[in-house]
């Protein structure tokens, strides 16, 4: 894992024992750089990138990403629109903090990712869980490797916390909803957009928000 200095985005390369190639979860800004050292470092090839949802923070990483590797980015279907102006799908006060950084920046070809879909690659199965409420197109990732399981949470669960429901797009119902459906699965490791792992037995005990 690499994080991104940009609000302390966790950019993810998975790879499944045995298998050189991995894929990449969520592109912060100024991840590409780390990414490629994990690269170098454990011999891998990049096969994909998959974003947990279309906020600047996750994804203005990948033009740096892709002029390195060229791989498929698979999005939540709900969140398609946000790649096309990255500044104005969030409050003034972001838009004018990320005006600089979105200078040049081109949407890139994605493939949608909808409630159930299944992805094979890299020798792991990705299996998209729409869950809105922090955007609409916010997708909990659970990615299995033989009966390994982990769950990439996006900003929808951290540890001890979840994610805030007041930027454009949020939806506290849908938020609500989206946890009701986190808390039927299993107690796997989780792996948030910020901040350290958890599992989520560990989130359902623990955190105020369940």
């Known amino acids: 894992m690499t994080s991104a200095e940009f609000l302390e985005v966790n950019c993810y390369a998975v790879r499944a024992e045995g298998h050189d190639e991995a894929i990449f979860i969520d592109s912060g800004f100024d991840c590409a750089p780390g990414l490629a050292e994990i690269v170098a470092e454990e011999d891998l090839v990049p096969s994909a990138v998959f974003l947990t949802h279309g906020h600047p923070d996750h994804i203005l990483g990948l033009t740096n990403v892709l002029s390195r590797w060229n791989v498929p980015v698979y999005l939540g279907d709900a969140d398609r629109y946000r790649l096309d102006k990255p500044a104005e799908t969030l409050s003034p006060q972001f838009a004018q903090m990320l005006q600089p950084l979105v200078e040049g920046w081109s949407a890139p070809e994605v493939t949608a990712l909808v409630d159930a879909q299944t992805v094979e690659v890299a020798g792991l199965t990705i299996t998209a869980v729409a869950a809105p409420g922090h955007t609409e197109g916010s997708t909990l990732l659970r990615v299995q490797a033989d009966d390994e399981e982990s769950i990439f949470t996006g900003d929808v669960v951290f540890a001890g916390a979840i994610g805030r429901v007041d930027l ?10 989206s946890l009701r459906a986190f808390a039927t699965l299993p107690d796997v490791p989780i792996y948030p957009g910020h901040g350290p792992g958890s599992r989520v037995g560990h989130e359902l005990t623990t955190n105020p928000f369940f």
């Open 168 to 177: 454009p797009g949020g939806d506290a119902s849908a938020m609500a909803e």
